[in-house]
């Protein structure tokens, strides 16, 4: 029997099983290589997708927007100013009027609860594009961009290093242990994720033979590491706490010798963007060989197509 998400909303990867991650994956390849080759569909045609945004965006809005007007939809940008999202009118009643007019709603914004109320009242497939406890469409890029380079995700080691109770790295852990691969967290003690979480994710570890694990040692994390990946020490709606995660988050820095630290000259460098060149990771980092941010974030645009094509046709 095959994998049928029709009618599915995505509000953390946690819902997905790893045959449906797998599905969207190679759905992914598919739309990618359409891309290239300059195939044109109209798979959305006559449909609309409400984009809501509390925090701003580059990435998400472009990939959601580009790839759902590609496929001949319309998509709507809607921002606090535009609507009346739980100020004059409650989160739930704008979920259902939102329900009657569009046929996929795109949430990006501070509340995980948000989101889950959008999808519980509205009746149509909802896409998390970001919360402050996860950011699912991401992880998927992510996994997409590992497994071009690697060929493959089971047993490929992924160090996240910095703030480790952040969505990046909530969703990573994840997206890993639902995947295979072996996690490892390299953060203060202080800033870990929740254990709740943590648990969870080792018990889908169990099932998929992935690897779940957290240190303070930056050179013990690094070595054989496939994956470093790093994200800002400071996120959206944190910018007051930049100070305390600067003083905490130096010696995690992504640099050079980290890099070589590894041991491995296949080492491969990721991060979400936006970077702050110079503070979680060194420029010539970012810029250099091993970076793959740049196809990442096109990744983005093509793992969001796939993933509104089969939760909506």
């Given at each position: 029997?095959?994998?049928?998400?029709?009618?599915?909303?995505l509000?953390?990867?946690?819902?997905y099983t790893?045959?449906?991650?797998?599905?969207?994956?190679?759905?992914?390849?598919?739309?990618?290589?359409?891309?290239?080759?300059?195939?044109?569909?109209?798979?959305?045609?006559?449909m609309?997708?409400?984009?809501?945004?509390?925090?701003?965006?580059?990435?998400?809005?472009?990939?959601?927007?580009?790839?759902f007007?590609?496929?001949?939809?319309?998509?709507?940008?809607?921002?606090?100013?535009?609507?009346?999202?739980?100020?004059?009118?409650?989160?739930?009643?704008t979920?259902?009027?939102?329900?009657?007019?569009?046929?996929?709603?795109?949430?990006?914004?501070?509340?995980?609860?948000?989101?889950?109320?959008?999808?519980?009242?509205?009746?149509?497939?909802?896409?998390n594009?970001?919360?402050?406890?996860?950011?699912?469409?991401?992880?998927?890029?992510?996994?997409?961009?590992?497994?071009?380079?690697?060929?493959?995700?089971?047993?490929?080691?992924l160090?996240?290093?910095?703030?480790?109770?952040?969505n990046?790295?909530?969703?990573?852990?994840?997206?890993?242990?639902?995947m295979?691969?072996?996690?490892?967290?390299?953060?203060?003690?202080?800033?870990?994720?929740?254990?709740?979480?943590?648990?969870?994710?080792?018990?889908?570890?169990?099932?998929?033979?992935?690897?779940?694990?957290?240190?303070?040692?930056?050179?013990?994390?690094?070595?054989g590491?496939?994956?470093?990946?790093?994200?800002?020490?400071?996120?959206?709606?944190?910018?007051?706490?930049?100070?305390?995660?600067?003083?905490?988050?130096?010696?995690?820095?992504?640099?050079?010798?980290?890099?070589?630290?590894?041991?491995?000259k296949?080492?491969?460098?990721?991060h979400?963007?936006?970077?702050?060149?110079?503070?979680?990771?060194?420029?010539?980092?970012?810029?250099?060989?091993?970076?793959?941010?740049?196809?990442?974030?096109?990744?983005?645009?093509?793992?969001?197509?796939?993933?509104?094509?089969?939760?909506?046709?």
């Open positions: 029997m095959g994998v049928n998400l029709k009618g599915r909303s509000l953390t990867l946690l819902d790893p045959e449906e991650i797998r599905y969207l994956l190679d759905l992914s390849k598919q739309v990618k290589a359409e891309s290239r080759a300059r195939e044109k569909h109209r798979r959305f045609e006559g609309t997708l409400a984009m809501l945004f509390e925090k701003r965006s580059t990435r998400t809005r472009l990939a959601f927007e580009t790839a007007t590609e496929e001949g939809g319309h998509a709507i940008f809607l921002s606090k100013q535009d609507i009346q999202l739980g100020a004059k009118e409650s989160i739930e009643d979920a259902r009027v939102l329900g009657r007019m569009v046929d996929a709603i795109m949430f990006r914004g501070f509340k995980q609860e948000t989101v889950e109320i959008l999808a519980r009242y509205s009746g149509v497939p909802v896409y594009g970001l919360t402050d406890e996860y950011h699912p469409t991401q992880v998927l890029a992510d996994l997409m961009t590992i497994e071009e380079n690697f060929g493959e995700l089971s047993g490929i080691k160090v996240f290093m910095g703030d480790g109770r952040n990046m790295a909530n969703s990573l852990m994840i997206g890993c242990s639902k295979g691969l072996h996690y490892v967290i390299c953060s203060p003690k202080e800033l870990r994720p929740r254990q709740e979480l943590v648990k969870k994710c080792l018990e889908i570890a169990k099932d998929t033979g992935a690897k779940i694990e957290f240190t303070d040692n930056v050179e013990e994390a690094v070595q590491a496939d994956v470093i990946y790093t994200d800002v020490w400071a996120s959206m709606g944190e910018e007051e706490k930049e100070e305390e995660r600067k003083r905490l988050l130096q010696p995690y820095q992504v640099n050079e010798r980290v890099m070589e630290m590894t041991g491995k296949e080492t491969i460098f990721m979400c963007l936006p970077a702050v060149k110079g503070q979680e990771v060194t420029f010539e980092v970012i810029e250099g060989k091993q970076s793959r941010v740049w196809d990442e974030a096109e990744n983005r645009k093509h793992t969001i197509k796939a993933l509104m094509i089969a939760t909506l046709l």
